[in-house]
């Protein structure tokens, strides 16, 4: 089946050591999205990929950057964790038109744990 | 300022009754889209329903509907007879600016 894939489903790193999620998908969808979601809260976009153009949001903290080497790969790396940032890492694709009416297709998810 | 509120936190319901989920957003596009979306306890957020905002049809999908009301500028979901299957969160997004509200869970107790 098509579809998302995170890896790893469970991530744990030391303070300021620096992690990479990566995610796939065999959609070839051209819109590739990062989320953060804390426990209990709503996820919240970090960035996001429409082809190759990066699309930061502004609030999002220069210790989160991204890379994404073709439609199918997208990184999410984390330069410096702090305990702030343990949270679910979601990566999700859309068909990008512009519209606003694209449906995202999310990963299961990457949990990161900070010690 | 696009926002969305979800103003339940949670909600506990005795399997087979009917739990209605609101949503409330603000935005200033004349063209937007409103989704929900469940995210189970294993974590994959799954998409449910779509709504743009020139149809403000309400629909009825097996056991879900939605109440889509611009006027209000509420977009509420209804799960018929619920089942345990259906405890999750339950996500109404506003997509044109990719904002999520704070999620409802829902409890459906055997």
């Known amino acids: 089946d098509a579809m998302v894939i995170q890896n790893p489903r469970y991530q744990v790193t030391q303070f300021g050591k620096p992690v990479t999620l990566s995610c796939s998908q065999t959609?070839?969808?051209?819109?590739m999205y990062w989320y953060q979601q804390k426990s209990s809260q709503a996820p919240k976009l970090l960035f996001h990929?429409?082809?190759?153009?990066?699309?930061n949001e502004a609030d999002t903290p220069d210790n989160f950057q991204s890379r994404r080497p073709n439609t199918s790969f997208c990184f999410l790396d984390i330069r410096s964790p702090g305990l702030g940032d343990a949270a679910m890492y979601l990566c999700?694709?859309?068909?990008?038109?512009?519209?606003?009416?694209?449906?995202?297709?999310f990963g299961a998810g990457s949990r990161l744990t900070v010690l | 300022a696009q926002k969305v509120t979800q103003a339940q936190t949670e909600i506990s319901v005795v399997e087979k009754e009917d739990v209605t989920l609101d949503c409330v957003y603000e935005?200033?596009?004349?063209?937007?889209?409103l989704f929900w979306y469940k995210q189970p306890p294993s974590g994959e957020l799954v998409f449910l329903i779509r709504?743009?905002?020139?149809?403000?049809q309400n629909e009825i999908s097996g056991r879900y509907s939605w109440n889509f009301q611009k006027s209000t500028s509420s977009f509420n979901f209804t799960i018929t007879a619920s089942q345990v299957v259906d405890s999750a969160v339950y996500f109404c997004?506003?997509?044109?600016?990719?904002?999520f509200g704070k999620g409802n869970q829902v409890v459906v107790i055997p």
């Open positions: 997004a506003l997509v044109n600016r990719l904002a």
């Open positions: 990929y429409y082809d190759k153009d990066f699309n």
């Open positions: 935005t200033r596009d004349t063209t937007y889209y």
């Open positions: 999700a694709t859309s068909r990008g038109s512009g519209s606003g009416a694209n449906v995202l297709t």
């Open positions: 959609l070839n969808h051209n819109v």
């Open positions: 709504r743009n905002s020139f149809d403000e």
